[in-house]
Nanobody, 121 residues
Framework: QVQLVESGGGLVQAGGSLRLSCVAS????????MGWFRQAPGKEREFVAG????????VYADNVKGRFTISRDNAMNTVYLQMNSLKPEDTAVYYC??????????????WGKGTQITVSS
């Protein structure tokens, strides 16, 4: 069982930056793929960024590439999402996710409760 707790959400002006953190419980954090997803009102949850534990490879959605950076600290059981050059269309609830094999909405084993990001224009 893995529990995920996000923090760092809030209100920011367009062009600003925020950093999200997600602390995971459990002793095998370093064997989970970790990711961030988001869901805007009236829209489906979508993949934002992910880091695969076996290879360290990071993957980003096209609409955040070059602006967002995912990283993890295995010693602290924490994954981060640094978000720069934020846009109003980045407004959503952001969810931390953990899974040993995949990072797709349908297959993720563990979700955090989410944290709201609002970007004002």
């Amino acid at each position: 069982q893995v529990q995920l707790v996000e923090s760092g959400g809030g209100l920011v002006q367009a062009g600003g930056s925020l950093r999200l953190s997600c602390v995971a419980s459990g002793r095998t954090f370093n064997r989970y793929n970790m990711g961030w997803f988001r869901q805007a009102p009236g829209k489906e949850r979508e993949f934002v960024a992910g880091m695969w534990w076996r290879t360290g490879i990071t993957v980003y959605a096209d609409n955040v590439k070059g602006r967002f950076t995912i990283s993890r600290d295995n010693a602290m059981n924490t994954v981060y999402l640094q978000m720069n050059s934020l846009k109003p269309e980045d407004t959503a609830v952001y969810y931390c996710a953990a899974d040993p094999t995949e990072l797709t909405v349908a297959r993720v084993d563990y979700w955090g409760k989410g944290t709201q990001i609002t970007v004002s224009s």
